[in-house]
């Protein structure tokens, strides 16, 4: 699916180019607004839209939901203002993009992982939106930001706000909780409409809604669908979702690759799950997978920016093909079930700067178990810096040691992140810039450090699904993102969300009952530290290959010696590889570039050294030793 929104007045050429099916390629379907001008242009079958019209006002739901056009209709009945059917929205299950026309005003807003998100640019004079930045980005033959993209190299992953804004000129994303509205007379404004909930619920009173809510969110995704698919990884997270998956389909495929670990838990727990479900259990066996970073020759045509899941393309797109072949065309993942349900240190920080009688206990838990030092972790509970001087301090520390990072507990507003040590000056440069600058204008997305950070690493895991649905060509659906599950994750008490006597406590809570006792009871979490070496073992070529006319060399972003260096001298540890994932990213996804939408040039072009490998006898700083203590991303098996 795939839409652009146009605001109810007269447009110019190129919005009406836009509107006659001018984006690649063209866009067949036209919702209109009550005036009877074009209103939603796209791709839809009818089991992606609710779509309600009353008088002068319209709605039109896009993405899986539990809405019917019925109680659609009842909320717009009922609406004084777009606002007001945004609010009755909330109570719907699923993931989806809200559209309102009434009176003349356009209303768009996505969801609050972002997994449906909303772009938007002045096209012609006239304010568009879309769920994708492509139709914009041609429609103004927009440059990319230079600057954003030297800050993408940043790993693990760039500090919020810098993580979600768009590398397009002239083309905005929205906001969290945030949504679109233009006026009759083409004026538009970012409306606040959500604010993350203050976190008092106790542990049953959250289960409750997240059980409720994600039974919502699987009957969405399989309302319609013949054949449903779903990872099997033998996660806790993706398994309960298979069996819930099971109570509501006849038709359920599941897959999961074996990992290339032999010591892997996970596969065992997935095989005793297939056990009990009923349908197909397609399994990759061991050796047959695609390896980490395959495929990383292969250009990209998603045009929005790097994907973060770089090393596992080809996995998932083998994973696609498998399930289609079986009839599937939509695919259930785990994803953000980690974001939600794992407990950070800053949320230790905040309960005990409420509540300190009460932390103390599991202060000394989380100490004894990560051997946190004393001091670190006393002068993390004290420091108040606000989000600005934080995003500050980041930008000072980009190329700090990372053991430095390691030494404490992580009590910040995130992960600050570190350069890879490949990064040229001009990159550093451009990155810290581009941080400060943000620190100026940037406020927190939760006055509270706990639920900032949340909401931003749920926002994350939303844009890498959102972006997963493209590089697959099938609906990729993660229904721990969907809304309500997110607002109830928010909604438990600080002193509950701490305990480390419970893995995941608030889902085995929510899921006792729908799922075998023995999956929420697990507490162990398997280590995929194995699938990094093999890949980069067995696409080493493939890596280098990259260096060659980088487009990132070119830009004097990446010293290629050190890239090379770091290919060739593997890390002692996996951890090592983190930075390497940012920066094929960014590579893969700039070389695919049209010409003509090149970054607009900010820092010198550089010629491309003459590769130069050195010796494997000779001793190099890992990057372990550079990055060490820097946490990996959620693995892609949940």
């Not at 004894?368 to 606000?386: D, F, H, I, T, V």
């Not at 500050?392 to 507990?409: E, F, I, Y």
């Not at 590889?577 to 040039?601: D, I, M, N, Q």
Request: charged residues 25%.
């Amino acid at each position: 699916m795939r839409f652009v929104v146009l605001p109810d007045r007269p447009v110019g050429p190129a919005v009406a180019a836009l509107a006659a099916g001018g984006s690649a390629p063209p866009l067949r379907q036209t919702l209109h607004h009550p005036s009877g001008r074009p209103w939603i242009v796209g791709d839809w079958t009818s089991r992606d839209i609710r779509h309600a019209a009353l008088g002068s006002r319209a709605a039109a739901l896009l993405g899986p939901t539990t809405a019917t056009v019925r109680s659609l209709a009842r909320a717009l009945a009922r609406a004084r203002t777009p606002a007001d059917v945004a609010a009755a929205a909330r109570e719907f299950g699923g993931c989806f993009h809200l559209v309102v026309s009434m009176n003349g005003r356009t209303w768009a807003q996505g969801s609050l992982s972002s997994a449906r998100q909303v772009f938007h640019a002045r096209v012609d004079g006239t304010v568009v939106a879309s769920d994708r930045p492509d139709p914009l980005v041609r429609a103004l033959d927009a440059g990319v930001r230079e600057e954003l993209l030297a800050a993408r190299l940043i790993a693990p992953w760039p500090p919020w706000p810098l993580s979600e804004e768009s590398l397009w000129r002239g083309v905005e994303a929205l906001p969290a909780g945030r949504a679109l509205e233009i006026d009759a007379g083409g004026r538009d404004r970012v409306v606040r409409y959500w604010t993350p909930p203050e976190p008092r619920l106790s542990l049953p009173e959250t289960a409750s809604l997240v059980r409720e809510a994600l039974v919502e969110g699987v009957r969405a995704r399989v309302r319609g669908a013949t054949v449903v698919s779903a990872d099997l990884s033998g996660g806790m997270d993706s398994t309960s979702l298979c069996f819930l998956t099971a109570e509501h389909t006849d038709s359920l495929v599941t897959s999961r690759m074996e990992a290339s670990d032999l010591a892997d838990e996970d596969g065992g727990w997935a095989e005793r799950a297939a056990a009990m479900l009923p349908g197909e259990h397609l399994v990759f066996r061991r050796g047959t997978t695609p390896a980490w970073f395959s495929g990383v020759l292969d250009p990209t045509d998603d045009l929005e920016g790097p994907y973060a899941w770089i090393r596992t393309r080809a996995a998932l797109l083998a994973t696609a093909n498998r399930v289609t072949a079986r009839g599937s065309s939509v695919h259930l993942t785990g994803h953000g079930g980690d974001e939600l349900f794992l407990s950070k240190p800053v949320h230790l920080r905040e309960l005990a700067r409420r509540r300190p009688l009460a932390a103390v206990r599991h202060l000394r838990a989380h100490r004894a178990l990560y051997r946190w030092p004393a001091a670190p972790m006393l002068r993390g509970l004290c420091e108040n810096a606000s989000f600005g001087s934080w995003l500050t301090a980041s930008a000072d520390a980009l190329t700090a040691r990372p053991h430095a990072m390691a030494s404490a507990p992580a009590f910040g507003w995130g992960l600050g992140g570190l350069m890879p040590p490949w990064a040229t000056p001009d990159a550093i440069d451009a990155a810290r810039t581009a941080l400060r600058e943000a620190a100026a204008r940037a406020t927190p997305l939760s006055p509270e450090r706990g639920q900032h950070s949340l909401v931003q690493d749920v926002r994350g895991c939303g844009a890498t699904v959102r972006q997963a649905a493209r590089v697959t060509g099938m609906d990729w659906e993660a229904p721990y993102l969907d809304d309500r599950v997110v607002e109830a994750a928010l909604s438990l008490r600080r002193e509950e969300r701490v305990d480390l006597t419970r893995y995941k406590p608030v889902l085995s809570e929510a899921l006792r009952g729908l799922v075998p006792w023995q999956f929420l009871g697990r507490t162990t979490k398997s280590e995929y530290g194995a699938e990094a070496y093999r890949g980069v073992r067995e696409n080493h070529d493939d890596l280098l290959a990259l260096c060659e006319d980088s487009f990132l060399a070119r830009r004097g972003l990446v010293d290629l010696h050190e890239l090379r260096r770091a290919l060739t001298v593997p890390p002692p540890t996996a951890l090592g590889f983190v930075p390497l994932v940012g920066t094929v990213a960014c590579e893969v996804w700039a070389r695919s570039l049209p010409e003509r939408t090149a970054p607009e040039r900010s820092l010198p072009e550089r010629p491309v050294p003459a590769r130069s490998l050195p010796a494997r006898s000779v001793q190099a700083q890992s990057l372990q030793e550079r990055t060490g203590g820097v946490r990996t991303n959620k693995g892609e098996r949940s």
